[in-house]
């Protein structure tokens, strides 16, 4: 059983958190940090959860009986035992501070903070690896449709980028840190890929969902593109591909990601569906937590859609 510490638990974030880890038959909650809201049950803060849990906020984290601690908060990483798994969900790292490709001689090294994202980084994060960062949502979805590109050395040209999303994934400091994140991802699979990404945001202000629609100029066939992303996440039990575009609502609550490939005048054209309450948030720190601990990927996100 997975010992679970939060350090802002008391967060909006930290909220969606705890109600998903409450249905993670595989943990037990153990230490939720707030430092201001000591002594006060979880229920007193976050929705939804009388009758569920009566824990309450902490001050500290008891490392003693810890072994996967989420941090929510932008503070600095307080120290923790070599037997910790940390998963950062802040959004604060560079893109500079790891590469989803690692080298053999770098899997395993416990203080490596990994890429965490399972569909580009799945091996590292499941060969020792000890902590992980979370991508943006915008970077999380946006990789997910463009790494098989990467992989097979066809990103060649300027991308063209519309996203549909809500309006606080789309402010320009998280548009900007997500194109970094993805720029830097993809450079890492394609060395030879130096071209732009060009972007046109549309406000979702119906629902939590993403859609990403990508266009880029290719010269293989149709075919040949989907039985590329066929390969690659045939395996993968979030992501899916399907023989036309769907609606947001096939992902709303859910930590699936969808992808609707074709070719038409010259151009790849891609769209892709998520949750944006789940991928870059709760669902991706779930994900990742399970990968780090030897679970199935699913374990505690067989979710139905709402």
């Known amino acids: 059983m997975l010992r679970i510490g939060i350090v802002g638990a008391d967060t909006e974030l930290g909220g969606d958190l705890i109600r998903l880890l409450l249905t993670h038959p595989e943990v037990e909650m153990v230490s939720m940090m707030a430092p201001g809201k000591k002594g006060l049950r979880l229920s007193s803060v976050h929705y939804g959860l009388i009758g569920e849990t009566d ?45 989803p490709l690692n080298s053999v001689e770098n899997v395993g090294e416990t203080s490596r903070m990994e890429f965490g994202l399972g569909e580009v980084n799945r091996k590292s994060l499941v060969r020792g690896a000890s902590k992980a960062y979370i991508p943006q949502t915008v970077a999380s979805v946006g990789l997910i449709a463009l790494a098989p590109l990467a992989l097979h050395l066809l990103l060649n040209d300027d991308i063209m980028m519309e996203i549909t999303a809500p309006e606080n994934e789309l402010t320009d400091a998280n548009i900007n840190d997500a194109l970094k994140q993805i720029k ?43 039985k590329i992303y066929e390969g690659i996440y045939d395996d993968h039990n979030f992501t899916f591909l399907t023989d036309a575009p769907v609606g947001m609502e096939e992902v709303a609550g859910t930590n699936r990601c969808i992808i609707y490939v074709d070719k038409e005048n010259g151009k790849i054209g891609i769209d892709i569906v998520a949750d944006a309450s789940m991928r870059g948030k709760v669902g991706d720190a779930i994900h990742v937590m399970n990968l780090l601990c030897g679970l199935h990927e699913k374990t505690g996100l067989y979710l139905p859609a709402k």
Do not use: M, W
């Open 55 to 99: 824990l309450g906020f902490t001050d500290t984290i008891d490392y003693e009986n810890v072994n996967v601690l989420f941090i929510l908060n932008k503070i600095p990483y307080p120290l923790s035992p070599e037997n910790v798994k940390i998963i950062d969900l802040t959004h604060c790292h560079s893109e500079s501070e790891s590469s």
């Open 184 to 226: 830097h991802v993809l450079g890492n699979i394609q060395t030879s890929y130096t071209g732009e990404i060009h972007v046109e945001k549309i406000v979702n202000s119906s629902s939590e969902g993403i859609r990403i629609k990508i266009s880029l100029p290719s010269e293989i066939a149709s075919s040949d593109i989907k």
